[in-house]
DNA sequence: CCCTGGCAAGTGAGTGCTCACTCACCTGGG
DNA sequence: CCCAGGTGAGTGAGCACTCACTTGCCAGGG
């Protein structure tokens, strides 16, 4: 149960957004990862959050707009799952590694529908926008999972004969891979050991 | 140099599909991943491979299947390089993978345009015939890296203690990290011990 | 308690544009 | 003169976005 004492969270200021704005999010999300950027059509993006055409573009001056703001809500929840993990562990580095996989993990398995946004950055990255957006992300927990392996090696907790920067790299990666297998419907990504089993192969 | 035993190889059978074939799909090539799918549009593909919009049709009943024919293309050379090292070093597990490694890393420096195919692909994951290729390529190359893994662990050439089939996909999965390296310009990536650091990840 | 004016929120037919694909026609070598 | 190979204006469908309009809520005067 998280504390009230701020009221300038995401939360609080939907009001002000509009009393519509969550729930076009969150089902934009949805239609976006069903299909993809440009087949998520601004007709079916309204009909599925249960509103007409115009209201859209009441809350969202562009539909670029709308599937920026679905990455950033989606990513935000990414980093407050790993600032969580932060404050319980961040002291002990190799645990810290161990659990922002696991949550991770957990949170794909959790929001199917969010799995394919990166790739969808990805494919737009001819865009400066898009590119900025998927940058932002990717270099914040290659930078994050840096310091961390830097931290663990130093402590001895894991093996020494690594590059902290190539591994941080790979490591983040990983989670690119972990789309990768959930899109292909590779059954290796339900067995229970896999996560044991691919953390071995760097810790 | 290969051999030239073969007549049924793709080069010979250019003619046979038309003569400006290979141009057209080389051109496409660059425009598709210059771009993406959707905003590589017909008009732009007969421009690049200079020809007109009637003649693609005549070469590709539809730009759909131009796409998956630009696919096929480019995931056959690099599984050719693949087996040209399996015949040089498959007795070698250890050596197979390393080469293999920077058989791909040296394709996607030397072929830019067509490191965002894989993404692309995904991307429009969506539709059945796209997954579906996506789908051959990394499960050929999963299982022919989990069966080299395999091998150099009861060779005792490698560490014991991996799982081969999760460190297979993540092995495979590496190479959608080395493209997300290159979209963002990570200079990590052009590191010269950038590989071997790589490697030793696993091996 | 009712009436009413104002206005934030919501609507969806309409607009102009772009696209994949077609087809009637052209061209040059044998 | 035939025809494989090439052409590009044309077509209908679908798109993002607009705008003149409707709805429902609530304040405050009678």
């Known amino acids: 149960m998280p504390m009230k004492a701020e009221p ?12 519509r704005y969550n729930e076009i999010l969150t089902a934009s999300i ?5 299909t993809n950027y ?9 009909k599925e ?12 001056p562009t539909k670029k707009d709308l599937f920026l703001e679905c990455f950033r809500y989606i990513t935000n929840q990414m980093v ?5 993990v932060y404050r319980r562990v961040g002291q002990d580095p190799r645990s810290y590694l161990i659990e922002v996989a696991k949550s991770y993990f957990e949170f794909l398995q ?5 799995r394919l946004f990166m790739a969808f950055v990805l494919n737009n990255s001819f865009d400066q926008d898009f590119r900025d957006e998927l940058d932002r992300f990717v270099m914040f927990n290659v930078n994050a999972t840096e ?3 830097r931290l663990a090696i130093e402590k001895g907790e894991i093996r020494d004969d690594i590059n902290p920067r190539v591994g941080a790299w790979f490591f983040v990666g990983g989670y690119f891979t972990l789309i990768l297998m959930s899109e292909l419907d590779a059954d290796d ?9 691919l953390l071995k192969l760097f810790l």
């Open 38 to 46: 440009e087949k998520a059509t601004t007709a079916l993006l309204a």
């Open 49 to 60: 959050a249960g509103i007409a055409e115009g209201t859209l573009y009441r809350y969202f």
């Open 147 to 149: 310091r961390m392996l």
């Open 80 to 84: 407050e799952r790993y600032i969580d």
């Open 189 to 197: 990504f339900k067995h229970p050991d896999f996560m044991d089993d």
């Open 30 to 34: 949805e239609v976006f990862s069903r």
């Open 8 to 19: 300038e969270t995401a939360q609080e200021t939907e009001s002000a957004r509009g009393p």
């Open 110 to 114: 959790e929001n199917p529908s969010m």
